[in-house]
């Protein structure tokens, strides 16, 4: 099982971004599907995270301007983020709970992505 973050980039203030995460490999169900990001010098935080029955929760920090959604079909979660400010600049990490069968399910994390905001 891997996955694939994806969709950072540099935007200047004000602008949008959509990140993307993809899991592949033998899937028997996603569950928990959360977007962490960690600024320079500082510790991973919690941004968004989503549930296998839709249930959403933004942190207070980006709350009104970020939106997590997914799409099963496809085994993608998105990030959709707008009104970028410079202290959203951080590498984005998605993480899900996953189980390759029903009795076999563990925590996953995805690479990372760059997203940058410039004032």
């Known amino acids: 099982v891997q996955l694939q973050a994806s969709g950072g980039g540099l935007v200047q203030a004000g602008g949008s971004l959509r990140l993307s995460c993809v899991a592949s490999?033998?899937?028997?169900?996603?569950?928990?599907v959360g977007w962490h990001r960690q600024a320079p010098g500082k510790q991973r935080e919690l941004v968004a995270i989503t549930t296998s029955s839709g249930t959403t929760n933004i942190a207070d920090s980006v709350k009104g301007r970020f939106t997590i959604s997914r799409d099963n079909a496809k085994k993608t979660v998105y990030l959709q983020m707008n009104s970028l400010k410079p202290e959203d600049t951080a590498v984005y990490y998605c993480?899900?709970?996953?189980?390759?069968?029903?009795?076999?399910?563990?925590?996953?994390w995805g690479q990372g992505t760059q997203v940058t905001v410039s004032s």
């Open positions: 993480n899900a709970y996953i189980c390759e069968s029903p009795l076999r399910c563990q925590f996953y």
């Open positions: 490999g033998s899937i028997h169900s996603i569950n928990i």
